[in-house]
């Protein structure tokens, strides 16, 4: 080998060497990007806390996250909105982002955790090929995880058992903050949050209590509201209301057996909690779905859903599109729907009004960001 041949060998290397520290630069700091907070705007009146108020143990780690209240000048009930337990699904934390940037309330309080699972705003779903962000007007929203970042919690088991019922599932679940209630401090981060949150719930008797989600179309329990048997009363009520509006929604018997979800164990570990989960459909988490980018997030648009609406293989209508204004605005029209059934399934004494939130078909019509607060 000639002195020549080395030097060009040694000299390939180095560039490699630098090209590949200039590539892993360049994915850690588009990676650590999604660290950063998304700006929210919460409307007049709203406190802003942190859910460790009600589980310190969780203070300072990735589990804490804002949690706002507003209290109307009437006493009343209590109601918790809470958005983004799984932050790939962007109509369940939108909807409870326009509630907390415009909500007036007069009697009663009202609770929003916008990010309920804020580990898992901080990463997006490996080999999904899936948008970081979003955008709606001037605003920008992260597009996170439906699991809790690995870099704070790893790795899954192969099974994840469930405390305290015991029931067995798939090792990724233990990363599900909706397969953590009611928690545990003894677990991960997830079921840490999952526990914060039930505290929350518990310490605030909170008298109804959402869950917002979004589900691929092709899933049985989609444009439905599952409620715990305590909330079933005040869910059909409402599911009449809606449906004599023409919002079409289905109404789903909290299964008793499967234990973890929002909507059981938030009612099981109650004396009085009303635990209503909703979903809406979303094509950008399904998995018949071609190309996913923030297109897709913004309009539920592809041909492959198209084709399976076509053979009726779907759950939602579907035309050509599913446009998160439409899975907004089922979110927002729902939970308000449920919120007016208070004083009559309940009583007085329980009622909540939340005034200066926009109607279906005004969100339909002129969008989310319309309804958003601009970007300061
Ligand atoms: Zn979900």
């Known amino acids: 080998m000639s002195d020549y041949k080395f030097k060009g060998n040694a000299l390939t290397a180095i560039l490699l060497l630098a090209l590949a520290g200039g590539i892993a630069y360049i994915t850690a700091q588009d990676f650590m990007s999604m660290w950063a907070e998304d700006k929210i705007y919460p409307a007049e009146g709203f406190a802003e806390h942190k859910l460790s108020e009600w589980e310190p143990a969780i203070a300072n780690t990735p589990a804490d996250t804002p949690v706002y209240i507003q209290e109307g000048s009437e006493p009343g009930g209590t109601v918790l909105i809470l958005g983004g337990t799984h932050p790939n699904e962007p109509a369940g934390f939108i909807s409870a982002i326009m509630y907390l940037e415009r909500a007036k309330v007069s009697k009663g309080r009202l609770i929003v955790i916008p990010f309920g699972n ?9 080999q999904d090929a899936a948008p970081q962000r979003f955008h709606l007007g001037t605003r920008t929203f992260k597009f996170g995880s439906r699991a809790s970042n690995p870099i704070h919690q790893w790795p899954d088991p192969d099974i994840y058992v469930h405390y305290p019922s015991g029931q067995k599932l798939d090792g990724s679940s233990r990363a599900n903050l909706n397969r953590g209630y009611p928690g545990t401090l003894n677990e991960g981060l997830t079921q840490a949050a999952s526990l914060a949150i039930l505290e929350l719930i518990k310490k605030e008797n909170v008298t109804l209590a959402f869950d ?3 589900a691929s179309p092709e899933y049985p329990v989609v444009n439905a509201m599952v409620a715990h048997e305590r909330a079933m009363e005040l869910a059909a009520t409402a599911v009449m209301e809606l449906e004599f509006n023409g919002i079409p929604m289905r109404l789903e018997p909290s299964p008793v057996n499967l234990r973890g979800l929002s909507h059981r164990e938030w009612g099981d570990s109650t004396e009085e909690t009303l635990a209503i989960l909703m979903e809406a459909g979303n094509p950008s988490q399904g998995r018949l779905r071609e190309r996913t980018d923030e297109a897709l997030v913004l309009t539920g648009r592809d041909k492959a859903y198209a084709r399976a609406s076509k053979l009726g293989r779907l759950f939602v209508p579907y035309e050509e599109d599913q446009p998160l204004e439409l899975r907004v605005a089922r979110h927002v029209t729902a939970v308000m729907t449920c919120i007016e059934q208070l004083e009559m399934v309940l009583d007085e004494s329980k009622a909540v009004t939340v005034e200066n939130i926009p109607g279906y078909e005004e ?10 607060a601009p970007e300061a």
């Open 118 to 126: 804020h580990s898992a705003f901080t990463h997006n779903s490996p």
């Open 363 to 372: 969100i339909i019509a002129e969008g989310v960001a319309k309804f958003l």
């Open 212 to 214: 917002l989600h979004e």
